[in-house]
């Protein structure tokens, strides 16, 4: 039963998340050109070392492999034992079949803000770039409106970083980050407490941006994972 009977019960929910992902792509594809295209070897050298996390598929399912616990994927993907229990019905955790389909649900997204209110995507995070995947959401936003923190935390880092230019890093306390390139100007200090939907910079295109925009990433430790993994994309 499991996901089958899961799906049966809530159909126009899937259908609906389905559709709004499609949707995001076919709006992303387009205008992918528009935005930052900077390489691994140019990445400031505080993090010398970014691998792309690179789900089943983008914030969707995820085909458990050998070896794999319901604790190690909901640790990978950032969300709990109980809610991936949950939403694929499992009830006993220690029996999870190799190959299994699991949904993995975006829990968090009501403790997460969008970082520019209003702003679509330009450009998907994994999109294939010459010679690395992008490590973010490029987001659009016109040049002097409020960067959001998405989530309260820490400022980890507020200042300029080569291709990124000026850049906010907030750490959350719980192994995720999220950072925010390419602002005009920077409203934040490093050690300061930020709230979620505070404002923390201004949208612009500093370092390497071919147009205003926030290039916007969720780090997991040192490794940047699909935002839409935690974040929905709402226009308000
Ligand atoms: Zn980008």
Not at 102 to 129: D, H, K
């Amino acid at each position: 039963m499991g996901l089958v009977k899961w799906l049966g019960l809530n159909p126009t929910r899937t259908l609906l998340n389905q559709s709004r992902f499609l949707g995001m792509i076919a709006v992303a594809l387009p205008v992918a050109l528009a935005g930052c295209g900077r390489s691994p070897q140019q990445l400031p050298d505080i993090r010398p070392t970014v691998k792309v996390s690179t789900p089943e598929s983008p914030g969707m399912y995820h085909i458990v492999q050998p070896g794999q616990t319901l604790w190690s994927i909901s640790q990978s993907y950032g969300v709990t034992v109980e809610e991936l229990a949950r939403v694929n019905n499992i009830e006993d955790p220690s029996r999870l079949l190799v190959n299994r389909r699991l949904l993995i649900p975006r829990t968090g997204a009501s403790e997460w803000a969008w970082p520019v209110p209003g702003g679509e995507i330009l450009a998907p995070f994994g999109e294939r770039r010459s010679d690395h995947r992008h490590t973010g959401l490029d987001i659009r936003g016109q040049d002097g409106q409020a960067v959001l923190a998405v989530r309260s935390g820490r400022v980890l880092y507020s200042s300029t970083m080569r291709d990124y230019g000026k850049t906010v890093i907030v750490d959350h306390g719980d192994g995720l980050s999220s950072l925010y390139a390419h602002n005009s100007k920077l409203l934040v200090n490093k050690g300061q407490r930020v709230q979620r939907g505070q404002p923390i910079a201004r949208i612009g295109r500093t370092g390497n941006a071919t147009t205003e925009h926030c290039h916007f990433e969720i780090r997991r430790g040192e490794t940047p994972v699909d935002p839409l993994l935690y974040l929905r994309p709402v226009s308000h």
